[in-house]
C-alpha cells in the first residue's frame, strides 16, 4: 500500500499567492495531522482532524486553514502566503487519537516562500 | 508551558553503544514515543512507553520513568545507517503529540 502520500514534493512560492499542500492517506485511519519542521525547532501541529467533517486548530495554526471532506485527504492551504511559512511540511495520519495510537508521517513537501 | 528537551548531537563508533536522554514536562502524559528521521525523510516509529521500565525491540530499547519526567533510547551494535536524528515525543492530556527538537546521531567507522 502507498501509505501516506503528500504533492507536491517541493515548492518556491512568491509571498501573497495562495497553495495548497494535497495529502492522501489509503490506511482508512480516522486522525490526521498536518505538521510543520524547522531547523532547531521540534515538530509543530498546524491542524488536526479526529474523523472525516471535524477539524482542529493546534499549535501553529495562523495563515493556515485546512478541510476534512472525507477520509482519505486532509488538504492544507495557505490564503496568502509569507516568508516564515518556509518550512517542510509532513502529514500524518493515525487509527485514532488514542493514547497508544501510532502517527505515520507522509514523505513531506519542502516549501520556500521568497 | 511544555517541554521536550533531548541533546542536539551525539557521536558514537560503529558496533558500539549510545543512549539518547530525553526530559520532559507536560500537561498530562498518555505515552513516549521515539521515532527515527534520516536526513531529508520522513519520521518512522522506532518505540512507545506507557508504563515504567525498559520495552527492548532488536538492537533499540527504550526506558520510561514517569516520575522523573525521562526516557532514554538505547541503541547497541551501531551501523552506519543508524546515521539520523532520534526525535522524542510526549502525548499530552489533549492526546497531541508534543515534539522534541531531536539528537542528530552521527556514527563513525
Known amino acids: 500500500t502507498a501509505g501516506i502520500t503528500q504533492a507536491p514534493t517541493s515548492q518556491i512560492l512568491a509571498a501573497g499567492r495562495s497553495m495548497t499542500l494535497r495529502c492522501t492517506q489509503d490506511m482508512r485511519h480516522n486522525a490526521m495531522y498536518w505538521y510543520r519542521q524547522d531547523l532547531g525547532l521540534g515538530l509543530r501541529l498546524i491542524h488536526y482532524s479526529n474523523t472525516a467533517g471535524t477539524t482542529g486548530k493546534g499549535e501553529v495554526p495562523d495563515g493556515y486553514s485546512v478541510s476534512r471532506a472525507n477520509t482519505d485527504d486532509f488538504p492544507l492551504t495557505l490564503a496568502s502566503a509569507v516568508p516564515s511559512q518556509t518550512s517542510v511540511y509532513f502529514c500524518?495520519?493515525?487509527?485514532?487519537?488514542?493514547?497508544?495510537?501510532?502517527?505515520?508521517f507522509g514523505p513531506g513537501t519542502r516549501l520556500t516562500v521568497l | 508551558g511544555q517541554n521536550i528537551d533531548q541533546p542536539t548531537e551525539m557521536t558514537a563508533t560503529e558496533g558500539a553503544i549510545v543512549q539518547i536522554n530525553c526530559t520532559y514536562q507536560?500537561?498530562?502524559?498518555?505515552?513516549l514515543f521515539w521515532y527515527q528521521q534520516h536526513a531529508g525523510e520522513a519520521p518512522t516509529f522506532l518505540s512507545y512507553?506507557?508504563l515504567d521500565g525498559l520495552e527492548e525491540k532488536g538492537r533499540f530499547s527504550s526506558f520510561l520513568s514517569r516520575s522523573k519526567g525521562y526516557s532514554y533510547l538505547l541503541l547497541k551494535e551501531l551501523q552506519m545507517k543508524d546515521s539520523a536524528s532520534y526525535l522524542c515525543?510526549?502525548?499530552?492530556?489533549?492526546?497531541?503529540?508534543?515534539w522534541g527538537a531531536g539528537t542528530k546521531l552521527i556514527i563513525k567507522p
Open positions: 512507553n506507557v
Open positions: 500524518a495520519s493515525s487509527d485514532s487519537q488514542g493514547a497508544a495510537n501510532t502517527q505515520y
Open positions: 515525543a510526549v502525548k499530552d492530556s489533549n492526546y497531541q503529540l508534543i
Open positions: 507536560t500537561s498530562g502524559f498518555n505515552g
